[in-house]
T-cell receptor, first 112, second 117 residues
Framework: SQQGEEDPQALSIQEGENATMNCSYK?????LQWYRQNSGRGLVHLILIRSNEREKHSGRLRVTLDTSKKSSSLLITASRAADTASYFCATGIGGATNKLIFGTGTLLAVQP | GAVVSQHPSWVICKSGTSVKIECRSL??????MFWYRQFPKQSLMLMATSNEGSKATYEQGVEKDKFLINHASLTLSTLTVTSAHPEDSSFYIC?????????????FGPGTRLTVL
């Protein structure tokens, strides 16, 4: 399977703490994207990092990409209870059509 | 911008019937649309990729005769689950990409929950 793996599978932290999620993948990629999903809902795009980029920031989010190790991490700083959700990494592969292969996901619970 | 809608948001049907799910890009032209399924507490699995006006490309293990995909216009793709069975019960999510916004970002619909009795 091409599916990437994320760890941890579940993470519980207190409000105000930082949350770090890791993603490993298997193939060459065009880009790597992070999404969040609230229970039973659709996906929200968080951030995209291209294969030639190493780090990207967006608000309280920081994403790193190490293509030599085929891994990425998502850091959420100063977490809030509203950040509670599942987080998925997705690798963009292929030529003209950028298919997304999703990782297994991390369930983040932020306790108030 | 870049909003994708799905209809219906949930559907319950009897085993053996067919169900059609619509996916619409509301404010952009989706040259490519993707269909995913997601089982409870699992990740999204890509089922197929469809380009406007051409046949869909199915992922390995996905039966094209069971999951019929039509992408007749730049704003509409449909997924028909034919002769549905309880094991087809799942959350089906579509996404679209276009020339603008950039094609490497997919915009997802809110999903359709299918329950087959």
């Amino acid at each position: 399977s091409q599916q990437g793996e994320e760890d941890p599978q579940a993470l519980s932290i207190q409000e105000g703490e930082n949350a770090t999620m890791n993603c490993s993948y298997k193939t060459s990629i065009n880009n790597l994207q992070w999404y969040r999903q609230n229970s039973g809902r659709g996906l929200v795009h968080l951030i995209l990092i291209r294969s030639n980029e190493r780090e990207k920031h967006s608000g309280r989010l920081r994403v790193t990409l190490d293509t030599s190790k085929k891994s990425s991490s998502l850091l959420i700083t100063a977490s809030r209870a509203a950040d509670t959700a599942s987080y998925f990494c997705a690798t963009g592969i292929g030529g003209a059509t950028n298919k997304l292969i999703f990782g297994t996901g991390t369930l983040l619970a932020v306790q108030p | 911008g870049a909003v994708v809608s799905q209809h219906p948001s949930w559907v319950i049907c009897k085993s053996g019937t067919s169900v059609k799910i619509e996916c619409r890009s509301l404010d952009f032209q989706a040259t490519t649309m993707f269909w995913y399924r997601q089982f409870p507490k699992q990740s999204l699995m890509l089922m197929a990729t469809s380009n406007e006006g051409s046949k869909a490309t199915y992922e390995q293990g996905v039966e094209k005769d069971k999951f019929l995909i039509n992408h007749a216009s730049l704003t509409l793709s449909t997924l028909t689950v034919t002769s549905a069975h309880p094991e087809d019960s799942s959350f089906y999510i579509c996404s679209g990409t276009g020339r603008s916004p950039p094609t490497d970002t997919q915009y997802f619909g809110p999903g359709t929950r299918l329950t087959v009795l």
